[in-house]
């Protein structure tokens, strides 16, 4: 388990917790995030959990043991910036298994970018394959996707002469997979942030009962600002709100209203 703490605000004292609970490395969104916490401090390995862009090559391969990725030029400016840095940085391919989020969906491309890395990026560790579902395209885990990542990592370790270490089977949306015995053998990673800091996605979601888990380690609290009756439709020609949508309103009649801060 790589553990997430950007819902947290990566947060140097959940990292801890996580690091001491026995996630393998800590994991964030952010590559200036990271920065944060190793400078706090933080010694674990860590995760970048998306592509680097490529004006932060730099800081990626300073602050971030592994990172996330799927495209060649990005994996040849890690090179050549590991190169420098006198390191070598692991790096876990993304495949696209129709979720549409980041990743290869050619498999002849993931193949080819594969046999690359390994062959002629000599500072770049060909660490593992993932891939991201219930995302972008709320595309639910299964044994048939998860199945052809395992299938995929099997090729690329074919080609390759090694085995992979890492095939990352996604994230919290993952679990329910493994809950009920079903993931398929090969997977040995997953990406847990929300299910570990709260819990509430596979109650209200997925149905689980997540008996003997806490389920309030956050607490929000705000301070009321405002409380008056007011009517619950709009009252004018409804436009677009401030986000640029025009919501729909349930007229429920007169209410009493509060605003938080």
């Known amino acids: 388990i790589s553990g997430v703490v950007k819902g947290s605000n990566s947060s140097k004292e959940v990292a801890k917790v996580f690091i001491e609970a026995g996630c393998m490395n800590i994991a964030d969104s952010r590559i200036e995030k990271i920065a944060e916490l190793k400078q706090a401090g933080i010694d674990a390995e860590t995760l970048l ?13 300073t602050y971030a043991d592994i990172s996330l990725n799927s495209e060649l ?35 002849e491309e993931l193949m080819n970018i594969a ?17 991201n579902l219930g995302c972008f395209g709320a595309i639910r885990p299964d044994e048939i996707n998860l199945g052809r990542l395992v299938s995929l990592s099997e090729k690329i370790s074919a080609l390759i002469g090694r085995t992979l270490e890492i ?45 003997g888990y806490y389920t ?25 709100d401030a986000f640029g949508y025009t919501p729909e309103y349930k007229d429920k009649g007169i209410r009493k209203r509060a605003i938080v801060a």
Request: net charge negative; aromatic share 6%; glycine share 8%.
């Open 73 to 107: 030029i990005t994996l040849e400016a890690l090179n050549a910036e590991a190169k420098k840095q006198n390191k070598v940085h692991k790096v876990i391919l993304m495949a696209d298994l129709g979720d549409l989020r980041e990743g290869c969906f050619d498999e």
């Open 167 to 211: 095939v990352s089977g996604g994230a919290t949306t993952s679990l329910p997979i493994l809950f009920d015995n079903k993931m398929p053998k090969g997977i040995n990673h997953l990406r847990v942030g929300e299910a570990i800091l709260l819990s509430r996605d596979l109650i209200d979601l997925w149905g689980y009962s997540m008996e």
């Open 216 to 240: 309030d380690t956050i607490v929000l609290q705000t301070q009321v600002i405002e409380v008056k009756e007011k009517p619950t439709y709009p009252i004018g020609k409804i436009f677009v």
């Open 115 to 131: 046999v690359h890395t390994e062959s002629h990026l000599e500072n770049i560790h060909l660490y593992g394959i993932g891939t």
């Open 49 to 61: 959990l998306r592509a680097p862009m490529l004006c932060e090559i730099g800081s990626v391969v």
